[in-house]
């Protein structure tokens, strides 16, 4: 089974949780890779430090141009970074890509940009995108201050493409956030999916650890 994953918002940990799913699922002998339709945001060498990180993760490894087929320089919305570029994303470019990839190895992590529906075009979004992969969503919830409204309406926009939300991660993106433990008990009385695992903030992510604290075979419970 592959997996969408998504945010309640830009910054929110979807590289960090994509990596760890990755890892997760090649310690039980899958073969895994990650997909980045869309990287906004390069280093002086034209690379991007989600991609990398994907791509380090995969098993087996893959070329940066297998799992990425836009990157853009600037680290603006998508749309905007193409119109600099006098490029207009192609979701159907995205969706052969993504299909070419699948057929190599066992799972696909594909890990959207941004929020749920950030635009990557004049008319199209990444919600667009989703519902043309068709792929169950994994929703990344950036723990913070509004993080039950922005997590709910993500929720509510992945049932309105008729996407499946097949589970949720409560990822910790402040040192201190109050009432954690009560904001992630609101959520799991709310998002009717189940709870994949909590990470605590980290000052250095490391996807391999973050691996640990999830719980992957939900997905599979839940999709059997």
Same mark, same amino acid.
């Given at each position: 089974?592959?997996?969408?994953?998504?945010?309640?918002?830009?910054?929110?940990?979807?590289?960090?949780?994509?990596?760890?799913?990755?890892?997760?699922?090649?310690?039980?002998?899958?073969?895994?890779?990650?997909?980045?339709?869309?990287?906004?945001?390069?280093?002086?060498?034209?690379?991007?430090?989600?991609?990398?990180?994907?791509?380090?993760?995969?098993?087996?490894?893959?070329?940066?141009?297998?799992?990425?087929?836009?990157?853009?320089?600037?680290?603006?919305?998508?749309?905007?970074? =193409?119109?600099?570029?006098?490029?207009?994303?192609?979701?159907?470019?995205?969706?052969?890509?993504?299909?070419?990839?699948?057929?190599?190895?066992?799972?696909?992590?594909?890990?959207?940009?941004?929020?749920?529906?950030?635009?990557?075009?004049?008319?199209?979004?990444?919600?667009?995108?989703?519902?043309?992969?068709?792929?169950?969503?994994?929703?990344?919830?950036?723990?913070?201050?509004?993080?039950?409204?922005?997590?709910?309406?993500?929720?509510?926009?992945?049932?309105?493409?008729?996407?499946?939300? =097949?589970?949720?991660?409560?990822?910790?993106?402040?040192?201190?956030?109050?009432?954690?433990?009560?904001?992630?008990?609101?959520?799991?009385?709310?998002?009717?999916?189940?709870?994949?695992?909590?990470?605590?903030?980290?000052?250095?992510?490391?996807?391999?650890?973050?691996?640990?604290?999830?719980?992957?075979?939900?997905?599979?419970?839940?999709?059997?």
């Amino acid at each position: 089974m592959n997996y969408f994953v998504t945010g309640t918002d830009t910054g929110v940990g979807k590289t960090l949780i994509s990596v760890a799913l990755l890892h997760a699922l090649s310690a039980g002998g899958q073969r895994v890779a990650g997909f980045k339709p869309v990287a906004a945001g390069c280093d002086a060498q034209g690379q991007n430090e989600d991609v990398l990180a994907l791509q380090a993760a995969s098993a087996p490894q893959l070329l940066a141009a297998q799992i990425n087929p836009y990157r853009f320089v600037p680290a603006v919305a998508p749309h905007l970074a =193409a119109q600099q570029a006098g490029v207009e994303i192609d979701l159907a470019h995205v969706v052969q890509r993504y299909h070419a990839l699948a057929a190599e190895v066992d799972t696909v992590i594909v890990e959207g940009v941004g929020g749920f529906v950030v635009p990557l075009s004049r008319t199209r979004t990444t919600a667009d995108l989703a519902q043309q992969l068709g792929l169950p969503v994994i929703l990344v919830v950036g723990m913070r201050l509004g993080c039950l409204n922005h997590a709910l309406l993500t929720r509510q926009a992945i049932a309105d493409r008729g996407l499946e939300c =097949a589970g949720w991660v409560a990822n910790a993106v402040v040192p201190a956030m109050p009432f954690l433990e009560d904001n992630i008990a609101a959520l799991r009385e709310r998002l009717d999916a189940p709870l994949l695992g909590v990470v605590p903030w980290q000052s250095v992510p490391d996807g391999r650890r973050v691996a640990g604290l999830l719980d992957p075979g939900k997905l599979e419970r839940k999709n059997a």
